[in-house]
Every structure is written in C-alpha cells, then in structure tokens.
C-alpha cells in the first residue's frame, strides 16, 4: 500500500516538472526575424567645434550621413551609413548578419569630432507580425590623426571603434525578448571592433549584427511551477 502510494507520488511529481520544462521550452523558440528595411539617423556628436553637416541624401527620414571639419584642402571627413536591407533579410537569431554599410572618409581637416551615435529603426517580420522597432543606439569613437606627419598617406590613419555599445531598444513577441547588438567592422572577411582610413581616401566595412534573444517567463507557466512546488511541499507535509 505505502509501496504503491510511493510510485504514484514520484509519477506524478515528475509528470509536474516535464510539464513545466516543457511549457518553458516552448516559450524559450525564438522565431526568425525577417528585415524589411532599416533607416540610420547620426545624432549626439561630439567636438567639430560647430562644423559637422548632418546630411540626407536619400529622402527618407533620419541623416544617414555626417561631414565634419574645417578642410585643409577641399573636402570634409565622414561617415556614411548604407542599408542593406531591401531587399528583405531573413536571419535566425543569434545569427551574425549585415546591417549595412559604414564608410568613412578620411580627408586633412582641423576641428575634428571624437564620437557620434548612429541610431538604427527597424521594419521587421517576426512570427507573421510586422513591427517597426528602435531606435538601437550604438556609440563610435573617432581617433584622428595629425595632417602634419610624413609620409602620407600611411601616417596618418584615422582609427574608428565601438565605443560602450548600447542597445537602448527591444521588443517582445510571444514571451521573447529580442535585442540588437553590433559585433563589429567586417573588411576583407575579417570581422573587428575598430578599423582604419589613410589620408584623402575613402574606406568601406560591412557592420555586423545580431540578434539575441532572453526568455520573459509567462504568467501561466509561473503560475503552474508555482502550484507544483506546493503540491510538493504538501505531498511530503502527507508523508
């Protein structure tokens, strides 16, 4: 009798928690998120000494790109942000893919800027939903380098980097949190958190991104872990 009563209890303990692991798996599948389109608006720029243009050149909201300097010679120096989406892009999460194109050009200027934050708004499909989310904010330092230095152009690389890269916006679909992190400048294949310019040229990285996911447990599975756990407790109050 104390045998069977034994069996039945562990059978239905354990029963309890698959039930439960089960649910919270189920909540933990993060869907693929299909980009649709994505815009770049650069704000919060430092230093310049009030010579940086914020430019839009395609027509569509948000300064994709940013000129500063007072020139040396003809040109200010820059960075430029491109799309790559459209077409529409299909990633898994977690998955390393390529938000865009990031240009800077190197030009010899006085009065240069030593950060700016590029602000990133998405279109997106997740499960069938279409969302407009952001803006994801990321931070760049800007190094530049001295116009008197011989020889060029090889003395005298701008240095671009990450700086404290802040995701300052996420969304929720079905009990998933989802975040968009930058990993870096891709040049060559070869993926870094800072790259190089030489004097008077232009230099082009594909930043990388991805997408990473944090599972917010839902009321109803709480709630059924929570109903387990006192089923437990006064199972062994019986016993």
Known sequence: MNMDYS??????????????????????????????????????VVGGAGTVDFIDSDGIA?????????????????????????PALAVETGE???????????????????????????????????????????????????????????????????????TSDSFLVDGIEYTLDLIGFSVGGVTTSEFSTFERQTNTAQLQAVFRTTSIPEPAPIMLLSLGLLSIVLMRRRV
Not at 7 to 20: P, Y
Not at 37 to 44: E, P, R, Y
Not at 74 to 86: H, I, L, M, Q, V
Not at 100 to 112: A, D, K, M, R
């Open 96 to 166: 390393v893919f390529t938000l865009g194109n990031f240009t800077h050009t190197n030009q010899p200027i006085w009065e240069s800027i030593s950060s700016a934050q590029l602000n990133i708004t998405t279109s997106l499909m997740v499960g069938g939903f279409m969302l407009g989310e952001g803006p994801f904010t990321f931070s760049f330092l800007h190094n530049e380098t001295s116009n008197a230095c011989e020889p060029l152009p090889d003395c005298a690389n701008d240095m671009v980097s990450f700086s404290n890269l802040i």
């Open 7 to 44: 069996i039945k209890k562990n059978l239905l303990l354990k029963s309890g928690f698959i039930v439960v692991i089960i649910l919270f798996n189920a909540s933990a599948n993060a869907l693929p998120v299909t980009i649709n389109a994505v815009g770049a608006d650069w704000s919060n």
């Open 62 to 86: 948000g300064n994709e790109e940013i000129r500063w300097g007072i020139p040396a010679e003809t040109e200010k120096s820059g960075y430029r942000f491109d799309s790559a989406a459209p």
